[in-house]
């Protein structure tokens, strides 16, 4: 079931939230060429979306986002931007799923930098079913 949609766009990217409720989760889809600050975007609506809960978990599919514009000095500074957020994440999990080698890189790049600095539990995934099973703890 779900309980709100937000269509929204970043920079460059284009990006979908909602808070579902199987399995109890935000879910942004999003697409496009990324900046930075897209993501900084993406994690400021989803905190300020009317229906976040501290704790919550989240599904990030970004496997249509082309990150070919991203450094590792990027990943690192939104990982420091995520660890300013810690406490509104809470102790919940958050699966990102992505798609390509370079992609699933960075994206690890980013989860190596910001693990120590949030309580949220931190995955990355490529297929949507294992994610899913991941946030719901089987």
């Not at 609506?45 to 000095?73: A, C, P, Q, T, W």
């Not at 990027?74 to 300013?84: C, K, N, T």
Request: charged share 30%; aromatic share 8%.
């Amino acid at each position: 079931m779900l309980f709100s949609t937000l269509r929204l766009e970043g920079i460059c990217v284009e990006y979908e939230l909602s808070i579902n409720e199987d399995p109890k989760c935000a879910v942004v889809v999003a697409c496009g060429k990324a900046e930075a600050v897209d993501f900084t975007r993406i994690v400021r609506d989803l905190i300020n979306h009317k229906e976040f809960k501290v704790g919550m978990s989240f599904l990030h599919d970004y496997r249509n986002v082309d990150v070919g514009n991203l450094s590792v000095n990027d990943a690192r500074g939104l990982a420091i931007m995520a660890g300013s957020c810690r406490e509104e994440f809470g102790k919940g999990r958050w699966a990102l799923l992505m798609s390509d080698g370079l992609a699933f890189g960075m994206a690890r790049i980013w989860h190596g930098s910001v693990d120590a600095r949030v309580d949220i539990a931190i995955e990355v995934f490529r297929e949507t079913d294992e994610a899913i099973k991941w946030i719901e703890g089987r």
